[in-house]
């Protein structure tokens, strides 16, 4: 086998992301078995692996793509939802709770996949700006259209209601005597059974960051990246613009999906207002603090910064004035010229220390 030091430089960093991982998985598992994390710690376990994900997926269409989309929430409530609507279906089919969370979690990444394909054919024939304005007006188009339905389901099936309107309730849905109604338009899903884990979502997390990687270093991740750095040039090799970064957008937005099915089957309660643009900001705050394709950041961005409110909870009114200097006082910081030598100073060091031994 070679040592760690003869890999790719590439092949090595992912490797030591795999595994920073595996340990913090193992390490909080230990901690869970031993009770030493509290209620409150132990309930932000599933969220956190959710918006890992989603900054991962993003962070595949704005760093790796080059392409701002400030619609990711709208593909999360997508997946939420259907995830929802699959997981509560098949309990009237298999009380296997395993079973069920991973039918839901490809239900979402599937849907959510067919609305990114669906937004993509107009959305990315634009550039820049516009497709970021155009995008942010999907997400809240998708939101909308979630918040129209009424979903219910017996031993006959599913049913369900899109009420644009606003004239119908849960009543014209015919259920039947022992029928569930699942999700009640503005009301959203509610009385979901709580299935979603620690564990799924790291799998989930370890899934995301396989296929991302392997796709960057793929020749399809090799020709999303030229047409980043240079459409024109890409364009006159023979690569296909279009087909490219609609394979980066639908794979974004079905990971987007997956990581909403398990969110929302984490909470008994679920509305559409949810996925709104404030979420779409806060996923990308996540990818911008984390570097832009660096995927090992957007993990770390991801669990410090959705951490970081709640730890300053004690705080009460002051806390979201400090956690907004915090995150200025980061962004500055990262940004210095300064601090950006200061690291390259270090870089040599540790180097010639390496070689040295």
Same mark, same amino acid.
């Given at each position: 086998?070679?040592? @760690? =030091?003869?890999? =790719? ?22 901690? /869970?078995?031993? !009770? ?8 932000? @376990?599933?969220?956190? %692996? %959710? ?14 793509? *080059?392409?701002?989309?400030? *619609? ?6 997508? !997946? ?20 069920? +969370? ?13 609305? !990114?394909? @669906? ?25 909308? +259209? ?75 991740? /090799?020709?999303?990246? $030229? ?10 090799? !023979? ?5 490219? =970064? ?77 956690? $907004? ?25 540790? =180097? ?6």
């Amino acid at each position: 086998m070679k040592r @760690l =030091k003869d890999l =790719k430089p590439h092949t090595r960093q992912d490797l030591l992301t795999y595994l920073g991982l595996a340990a913090a998985w193992l390490v909080i598992t230990l901690l /869970r078995a031993n !009770g030493a994390l509290g209620r409150s710690t132990t309930g932000l @376990l599933v969220p956190i %692996c %959710c918006y890992v994900v989603m900054a991962l997926s993003l962070n595949l269409t704005v760093g790796i793509m *080059g392409e701002l989309s400030l *619609g990711h929430a709208g593909f999360m409530g997508v !997946g939420a939802f259907t995830g929802i609507i699959v997981s509560q279906s098949l309990a009237f089919v298999t009380p296997s709770a395993p079973l069920r +969370l991973t039918a839901a979690l490809l239900g979402g990444a599937l849907l959510a996949g067919i609305f !990114g394909i @669906l937004i993509g054919i107009p959305v990315l024939r634009l550039r820049g700006d516009y497709l970021a304005i155009v995008t942010l007006a999907f997400g809240e188009i998708i939101k909308e +259209l979630i918040t129209c339905l009424l979903v219910g389901v017996d031993e006959n099936g599913l049913h369900l209601i899109f009420n644009y309107r606003g004239v119908k309730g849960v009543e014209d849905l015919g259920l039947s005597a022992t029928g569930q109604v699942i999700v009640k338009g503005a009301q959203g899903a509610t009385g979901t059974q709580t299935i979603a884990s620690f564990n799924a979502g790291m799998i989930l997390i370890f899934i995301t960051l396989f296929i991302i990687l392997n796709t960057i270093y793929s020749r399809t991740g /090799r020709a999303i990246m $030229a047409i980043r750095d240079n459409r024109i040039a890409a364009e006159s090799v !023979g690569i296909e613009v279009t087909k490219h =970064k609609m394979i980066a957008f639908a794979m974004s937005a079905a990971m987007a999906g997956a990581a909403g099915a398990l969110y929302g089957l984490n909470y008994s309660n679920l509305v559409a207002a949810k996925f709104d643009f404030n979420t779409s900001i806060l996923v990308l705050v996540f990818v911008v603090l984390g570097g832009l394709g660096n995927m090992r950041g957007s993990i770390l961005a991801a669990v410090l910064l959705y951490v970081l409110p709640e730890a300053l909870r004690g705080m009460r009114d002051y806390r979201m004035l400090i956690y $907004a200097v915090i995150l200025i006082a980061v962004m500055l910081t990262t940004n210095s010229p300064a601090a950006k030598g200061f690291w390259e100073r270090l870089r040599p060091a540790r =180097k010639g220390g390496a070689e040295n031994e």
